[in-house]
C-alpha cells in the first residue's frame, strides 16, 4: 500500500513595520532622550568617574612597599654602623657596676640573737678531694685569713664546703673538733724549757669556743643532702657521732650531729667548775662524791692521731680539722702523724684532702699548716681579735 506523502508547511513571511511617522530611528531617539535629560546623565558620569578616581587613590596609598634584603655586612653604611655599635656597646660597659656586695653582720658577743647571713661564695681556699688537683675551678685555690697555704685545683665534682673560709668540694667529709680543756682556757706561761716550742698565751674562754661552735654548726647544716658526713669529737678520748660510717647530710643527721658537739663541750665542763666555785664561795657544800664532770669525757689530751686515723678509716673524700695545739699522740711537734699519713693515704682509693684550722692556737701551728700542706689541703690560723667569729 503507498504511503501517503507528508504535506510541507510554509511559514508566512513577517510583515515589515510600517514606516515611523516623524521617520526618526532607535539612535535618533536615544539622542533626543539624552539631549532632554542632560543634566541626569552628566551626574551619573561625574559620579562614576569620581568612584574609579577614588578606588584607584586608595587601591595605590595601601600598598606597602617591598623590602629589599641586603646580606649582612653589604650595606653601604655597615662598616660605619659597626664601628658605632662598638663605641656604644663600650661606653656602656664602662658604666655599668658590680652589684653591691652584701655587709656581714658581725657581734661582739657569741651569745648575741643575731641571725648572721649566709656569706656569698668567693673563689678561696678552694680545694678539690680528686686526683689531678693541679688544676682547680678557674684555677689554684688560695685560702683567706691571717695565716694560710696554697689549696689544690681538681675535676670540680662534688659539693662545695665552706669550713671556716677553706673551701674544698667533696662527696664526702669528716670533721674533726678538738675539744680538749685548752680549747676553754689560756695555758699559763711557764718557763721556757730547752728544745721546746715556745707557747704564747691567748685569750680563750666559754665564749670563745661557743663562736667555735657555731661556726662547725652551721658548716653542717650548709652540707647539701648528696654528701656523707661523721664527725669526730677529740681530745684525750675520740669519740665518732655515728661509729665507723659515713651518714646522708639529710637534716636529722645533721640536727643530730649538731647535738653530738654539744654534747662533748668542754665548755660544759667549765660551766660546771665556775658554778661549783660561785656555790662554794656562797657558802654551799658539795654533795660527797659529786664532780664537775658534765660531759663524762676525758679532755686533758688532744689525740690529733688517733682522730685522723679514726677518719681514714671511713676513706672520706675530704678532712676538716679544727684545734688549738700541738698533738699529745704523735711525737715530737706532730712529725711521726705527718710520717703516717702517708702510709694511710696510700691505703685510700684516692687521697682525701686535709684542710686545718689553728683555733686561738698556743702552740703547734707550724705542725698544722704542714699538715695541710702534705695533704692538698689549705691551712687557716684564727687569731684574737677577729670580730668576724664574735670575739
Not at 349 to 360: D, G, H, K, W
Request: charge should be positive; hydrophobic fraction near 40%.
Amino acid at each position: 500500500m503507498a504511503s501517503t506523502p507528508t504535506p510541507k508547511v510554509v511559514k508566512q513571511p513577517k510583515a515589515p513595520k510600517p514606516p515611523r511617522e516623524d521617520g526618526g530611528t532607535f539612535w535618533t531617539d536615544m539622542w533626543a532622550k539624552i539631549v532632554l535629560r542632560k543634566w541626569l546623565f552628566v551626574a551619573v558620569g561625574v559620579h562614576i568617574i569620581f568612584g574609579i578616581v577614588a578606588t584607584i587613590w586608595i587601591i595605590s596609598s595601601n600598598q606597602q612597599p617591598r623590602k629589599k634584603f641586603m646580606a649582612p655586612g653589604a650595606g653601604p653604611d655597615s662598616a660605619k654602623q659597626s664601628a658605632e655599635h662598638k663605641v656604644s656597646l663600650g661606653r656602656k660597659q664602662s658604666t655599668m657596676s658590680a652589684p653591691e656586695q652584701a655587709k656581714r653582720v658581725t657581734t661582739n658577743s657569741a651569745f648575741a640573737k643575731v641571725a648572721l647571713p649566709e656569706m656569698p661564695e668567693l673563689p678561696s681556699a678552694t680545694t678539690d678531694v680528686f686526683a689531678n688537683r693541679a688544676i682547680g675551678m678557674g684555677g689554684s685555690g688560695t685560702s683567706s685569713g691571717v695565716t694560710g697555704t696554697a689549696g689544690g685545683g681538681g675535676s670540680g665534682s662534688g659539693s662545695g664546703i665552706n669550713f671556716f673560709g677553706l673551701r674544698t668540694r667533696a662527696k664526702s667529709i669528716v670533721l674533726l673538733v678538738d675539744v680538749s680543756d685548752s680549747m676553754v682556757m689560756d695555758l699559763p706561761k711557764g718557763p721556757a724549757k730547752p728544745g721546746v716550742p715556745a707557747r704564747t698565751q691567748a685569750v680563750k674562754g666559754i665564749q670563745t669556743y661557743a663562736a667555735l661552735e657555731a661556726e662547725v654548726w652551721r658548716v653542717i647544716r650548709s652540707l647539701d643532702a648528696t654528701i656523707a658526713f661523721n664527725v669526730v669529737c677529740f681530745a684525750g678520748d675520740v669519740k665518732p657521732f655515728k661509729e665507723g660510717i659515713m651518714v646522708p647530710a639529710n637534716d636529722a643527721q645533721k640536727e643530730g650531729a649538731i647535738r653530738f658537739i654539744r654534747e662533748y663541750s668542754p665548755a660544759l665542763n667549765a660551766i660546771a667548775e665556775q658554778r661549783a666555785k660561785e656555790r662554794a664561795a656562797a657558802g654551799f657544800q658539795a654533795a660527797p662524791g659529786a664532780s664537775t664532770d658534765a660531759t663524762h669525757f676525758n679532755h686533758a689530751a688532744t689525740r690529733t692521731k688517733a682522730a685522723l686515723k679514726y677518719a681514714f678509716d671511713m676513706h672520706p673524700d675530704a678532712i676538716c680539722l679544727v684545734s688549738d695545739g700541738i698533738p699529745t699522740d704523735g711525737g715530737f711537734g706532730g712529725t711521726e702523724i705527718l710520717a703516717d699519713l702517708k702510709t694511710m693515704q696510700a691505703a685510700l682509693p684516692r687521697p682525701a684532702v686535709i684542710n686545718v684550722v689553728a683555733y686561738l692556737a698556743d702552740g703547734g701551728q707550724k705542725f698544722m699548716a704542714d699538715l695541710a700542706a702534705q695533704n692538698q689541703g689549705s691551712f687557716k690560723e684564727i687569731k684574737p681579735g677577729m670580730s668576724s667569729f664574735g670575739f
